[in-house]
């Protein structure tokens, strides 16, 4: 089978395509997969990215779905031909024992799914969405789960409130598309006059370019009556928090997502502290996070956008792509 590896010291022009032999039988409670497409997150980026992030020989992207090919003993839940999607922290199955580093997280602390063919737990997957393509489902694993976590997990989303989305990156768009269909009224940002109109189409009831209008939070402010919003999807981090926590309502909940503008930086605690507000990290979901988030998706009236697919071969053209910041939503590849 092919597969992709990153090599030593890294870096994107280090990603190289391989002949491997194909995955060991299923054990028992283990499925063999094969993988038909995974989808490119800035996690997935910056550790092939930056040299020395990942061991020599990791296979990259956290990412994956595919059909089950065979079963091993003991395992009821998956039969071959079903459509399933990888789960970010495999060994987060439920409940509050949260993981707070990457070292289960395939394609970083393990092997991931930039191959054909993989054979693991069965619990380290959930079935795909019914009816969607395996590019499709690929986006769930950790775009479409962050943004499902922040609005309804964390944040409690209900019909009604004002949620905030910054840039068209896949977690933005997700929240867009999941908080209009639950019945929220959405706010979103770009520096792109050309991506605002296409985030009115998607629903977007009002949108800001935020090079033109720099104190975007206070522009959001004024569209709410003078309130603020209800939720911020924070995915720029030191360089928006300020704006974010501005936007947000007294007693708003922030969800700071991303490091997109850089890891640290200044945080206004009196402002947060005087508006009441709730920060909180987060880092994707748990497995039953995503069965949840699954199971709701077969009901609501979304599908990804999916901006550009490559093949394989081509993962680190598509990093490039990427990198340039001309996307808008998800980017994938396929095997």
């Excluded at 079935?127 to 922040?150: F, K, M, S």
């Excluded at 004002?162 to 908080?179: M, P």
Aim: proline letters at 6%; charged letters at 20%.
């Amino acid at each position: 089978m092919k597969q992709i590896t990153l090599k030593a010291p890294g870096g994107l022009d280090n990603l190289v395509v391989e002949d491997a032999a194909e995955p060991a039988a299923p054990g028992p409670g283990e499925i063999t997969v094969r993988l038909r497409a995974s989808s490119l997150n800035f996690h997935d980026y910056r550790v092939c990215a930056v040299e020395g992030a990942l061991p020599d020989g990791r296979i990259p992207m956290a990412d994956g779905a595919g059909e089950v090919e065979a079963v091993g003993e003991g395992v009821s839940a998956f039969r071959p031909g079903d459509a399933v999607v990888s789960c970010f922290f495999p060994d987060w199955q439920e409940g509050d024992d949260r993981p707070f580093d990457f070292s289960t997280t395939p394609g970083d602390g393990r092997d991931g799914y930039a191959r054909e063919r993989v054979t693991l737990p069965a619990n380290w997957v959930t079935p795909a969405p019914e009816g969607w393509t395996a590019a499709e489902a690929a986006t769930i694993t950790t775009a479409g789960l962050t943004a499902w976590r922040a609005l309804v997990v964390d944040a409690g989303l209900k019909a009604g409130d004002t949620v905030a989305v910054l840039g068209t990156g896949g977690v933005s768009i997700y929240a867009l598309q999941l908080a209009k269909a639950m019945g929220a009224r959405v706010i979103a940002t770009s520096s792109s006059d050309e991506k605002l109109k296409r985030l009115r189409a998607l629903g977007a009831d009002h949108v800001i370019n935020y090079r033109t209008t720099p104190d975007w939070g206070m522009e959001m402010r004024q569209l709410t009556g003078g309130r603020g919003v209800d939720i911020v999807v924070e995915v720029g981090g030191p360089a928006t928090l300020t704006q974010s926590i501005v936007a947000g309502r007294p007693g708003a909940h922030i969800a700071l997502i991303g490091v997109l503008t850089g890891r640290a930086g200044e945080v206004p605690t009196a402002a947060l502290m005087a508006r009441q507000q709730r920060l909180q990290g987060l880092i994707v979901g748990s497995r039953q996070h995503q069965r949840d988030f699954v199971k709701a998706l077969e009901v609501l009236d979304i599908r990804p956008v999916v901006d550009r697919t490559y093949p394989l071969a081509e993962l680190a053209e598509a990093f490039r792509y990427q990198e340039s910041g001309a996307h808008f939503g998800k980017i994938c590849v396929e095997m």
